[in-house]
């Protein structure tokens, strides 16, 4: 098994997910209730895998219509959009 796309992955997405909203929020859960941690760890846990497996399964439909080439120049565009907004909000 080739390891760089698995490692890749998972170091994109741990970088992209560190101080989100998502792990905000659920910090956020974890200082409410300090005795329900485990039930807070698990629950966000499942809630990230199931966006991801959206992800997934929305990426692997959009190839077989799209050439994944355009898909990154489109994701790329948005994300500039995206960076361009908050900058001018701020």
């Known amino acids: 098994m080739d ?3 698995p490692l ?3 170091a994109t997405v741990f970088l992209a997910e560190l101080g989100d909203k998502t792990q ?3 910090l956020l859960f ?9 039930a807070i760890f698990v629950a966000a846990s499942l809630a990230l895998v199931a ?3 959206i992800g997934v399964l929305a990426g692997a439909a959009l ?4 050439q994944p080439k355009t898909l990154t ?6 994300f500039i959009l995206i960076g361009a907004w ?3 909000q701020a």
């Not at 974890?30 to 485990?38: N, T």
């Not at 190839?63 to 799209?66: F, G, K």
């Not at 120049?73 to 948005?78: E, I, L, P």
């Open 3 to 5: 390891y760089k796309l």
């Open 8 to 10: 890749t992955v998972f």
């Open 24 to 26: 905000l929020a659920t």
């Open 30 to 38: 974890a200082s409410r209730e300090p005795s329900s941690l485990w």
């Open 51 to 53: 966006s991801t497996a």
């Open 63 to 66: 190839s077989q219509l799209v």
């Open 73 to 78: 120049v489109v994701a790329g565009v948005g």
């Open 86 to 88: 908050t900058l001018w």
